[in-house]
């Protein structure tokens, strides 16, 4: 269930729903200058919003994150309350204070803060080329380069545009050698696999072996020649948090399957799930049990598990890329 809240109001209560018609709240308190009541509402609900999968905060949190008053202002809070319903509802009145915004953002941060804001608005309307060009802006950020490059890497995806993707990012790598691994992305979608080989020993120094081992593998994977030399590189232990071998399990499942062992699959599909609910669980998981199913003859049932996958949540890359295997 998504996160709701009541407010009371003429002595009754009122179901406001999420975070985007709190913030429909927070403007509409705004507009009758309750700058108290607003900023509860700020404290109340954007600071408690939780990091996504993808390992930064939601907009909405970075620009409310202060507790000096200029931080607090109406100025905060007309942005924070635009960014929690861009997010989430088509809402051309939060999208147009956001972009009024960039121009006046007194620093780096609040800039890039907006800007994230803005990604998350066109990502949840689909409008890609608008993603696209804010997204390239904030690759330039130090503290949002990797939203940045998720962003763009969703636009191209959705869009197939590849080329340009490609050509954005090698503009990008002068300021920021990590551009390299979108260039790698974009080369391996436009089936460019020895141009991604390139792009990938460019960022060796910039990345952990397993990354550049995973953009290998699935290279191989999008030309159909995929090996058993992927799938040792993948096993190859590296130190990770707290001195545990990190190990990316649904890819390895995932290789498994392709090479046609679905005892190895299942037994990395169930290490990389472990005990979630599977309510939770995005494309790769599917992607990867249909093959398990396939290869075991359970055609009819491969076919409905597959059809699973394509609703899936897909939020990561690795997710969408899963699905582009699918028959």
Do not use: C
């Given at each position: 269930m998504p996160d709701m809240y009541v407010v009371r109001e003429d002595g009754r209560y009122k179901l406001l729903g999420g975070p985007?018609?709190?913030g429909q709240r927070v403007l509409e308190l705004l507009k009758?200058?309750?700058?108290?009541?607003?900023?509860?509402?700020?404290?109340?609900?954007?600071?408690?919003?939780?990091?996504?999968?993808n390992g930064w905060m939601p907009a909405a949190r970075t620009i409310w994150s202060g507790i000096a008053p200029q931080t607090r202002g109406p100025e905060a809070i007309r942005l924070a309350a635009a960014a929690l319903i861009a997010a989430k509802s088509d809402s051309p009145e939060s999208v147009r204070i956001l972009e009024e915004a960039v121009p006046r953002a007194k620093t780096d941060l609040e800039r890039f803060q907006i800007e994230l804001a803005l990604c998350e608005a066109f990502a949840h309307a689909k409008k890609w080329d608008r993603l696209f060009i804010h997204a390239n802006r904030l690759k330039t950020s130090k503290t949002f380069a990797d939203a940045g490059l998720f962003y763009a890497e969703e636009a191209a995806e959705a869009t197939g545009d590849w080329k340009a993707a490609e050509s954005a990012a090698l503009e990008m790598t002068k300021a920021d050698a990590k551009n390299?691994?979108?260039?790698?992305?974009?080369?391996?979608?436009?089936?460019?696999?020895d141009g991604a080989d390139e792009a990938i020993g460019k960022l060796k120094s910039h990345a952990s072996d397993a990354e550049l081992e995973e953009l290998r593998a699935w290279n191989k994977i999008f030309r159909k020649k995929v090996d058993e030399e992927s799938l040792a590189a993948l096993q190859k232990p590296e130190e990770g948090l707290h001195g545990t071998a990190q190990f990316n399990f649904y890819l390895i499942a995932l290789v498994n399957s392709i090479l046609g062992k679905p005892d190895e699959a299942l037994d990395g599909l169930k290490k990389a799930v472990g005990d979630a609910d599977p309510a939770t669980l995005d494309a790769r998981a599917w992607v990867v049990y249909g093959n398990i199913c396939r290869l075991y003859g359970f055609e009819s049932t491969a076919a409905a598990i597959e059809a699973r996958a394509r609703t899936a949540k897909n939020e990561s890359d690795q997710a969408k890329w899963a699905l582009t295997t699918l028959p």
């Open positions: 985007e018609d709190v009758h200058n309750e700058i108290a009541a607003a900023q509860w509402w700020l404290d109340k609900v954007a600071k408690e919003l939780p990091g996504n999968s390299w691994r979108l260039v790698a992305v974009a080369r391996m979608r436009s089936h460019n696999p």
